[in-house]
Structures are given as structure tokens and as C-alpha cells.
């Protein structure tokens, strides 16, 4: 068996952040998702959960998966992973229920889980610039 280089493990850890972290930030999300759901239709109260999840998802992201300080460029920069994320996210959340008559409740669990890899890259590339590997990564807890 191949040992891993420690480049890959630090990817690995990065990944590994980047899940518990986007754990917190969905179960808030999804809680804001269901309290709006009592009010609006399901796309409203996607997109208002959605949107409240950005901040918290760019300082955790940014701080605790990796490990980087907040810049003006990073903050201009990371809505826009998720604009991209978000428009994948309702096509696939508009399938679900209305395609599929996956209940509204339920549908934005598969969203997430359908967009979890594309969000990784592109929040890395954000957070981190194009080399993340080279003399900008910073060690963290777990490498």
C-alpha cells in the first residue's frame, strides 16, 4: 500500500474541515430552510436559507477549513461560488419535486449532497488562489 504525500493528506484534512463545516452551516441552513417553509413556498425558503448560510459558510471555510484569514478579494469572490451552486442546487431541487414529486421537505438533502464536491473545489480556489500547495498553505490542527 502507498503512503499518502503530505500534500495529499493536507488535501484529505482540508476535505475532511470542509465536511464538519458544511454539517454545521447545512443543519442551521436546512432549520432556517423548514422555519421559512411555514411562510413561503419551497423556493423562497431555499433561497432565503440559502442566502443566510453564505456568511457563516465563508468565516467557517475560510478560518477552520483553511485556515486563512478574511480578505476583501476572498469575501468579493466567495458569494459567487455559491451564486453557482445555488443555480445548480434549484435546477436539481426543482427536478426533485417537480419531476419526481420528491416532497419539498426532503429534496434539499439531495441537493446537497449532489453539490458538496463542486462547492469544495471552488471555495479552495477562492480561499486558497490557484497553488494551494505551494508556500501559501498554512498547517493546521490536524496535519
Not at 493528506?9 to 441552513?29: D, P
Request: hydrophobic letters at 50%; one cysteine or more; glycine letters at 6%.
Amino acid at each position: 500500500m502507498k503512503s499518502i504525500d503530505s500534500s495529499s493528506r493536507h488535501a484529505l484534512y482540508e476535505f475532511v474541515r470542509f465536511l464538519l463545516a458544511g454539517g454545521v452551516n447545512t443543519a442551521l441552513s436546512y432549520g432556517i430552510y423548514l422555519l421559512f417553509l411555514f411562510l413561503f413556498p419551497y423556493k423562497i425558503a431555499y433561497s432565503i436559507s440559502f442566502l443566510t448560510g453564505i456568511a457563516l459558510s465563508y468565516w467557517l471555510t475560510s478560518r477552520f477549513v483553511f485556515q486563512r484569514g478574511l480578505s476583501l478579494r476572498s469575501a468579493i469572490q466567495y458569494p459567487l461560488v455559491y451564486l453557482f451552486q445555488y443555480v445548480v442546487g434549484l435546477i436539481i431541487l426543482t427536478l426533485l419535486v417537480e419531476r419526481f414529486h420528491m416532497k419539498a421537505r426532503w429534496a434539499p438533502v439531495i441537493v446537497v449532497v449532489c453539490t458538496i464536491p463542486l462547492t469544495f473545489f471552488l471555495s479552495r480556489f477562492v480561499i486558497k488562489g490557484s497553488r494551494p500547495n505551494r508556500d501559501n498553505s498554512i498547517p493546521g490542527p490536524l496535519a
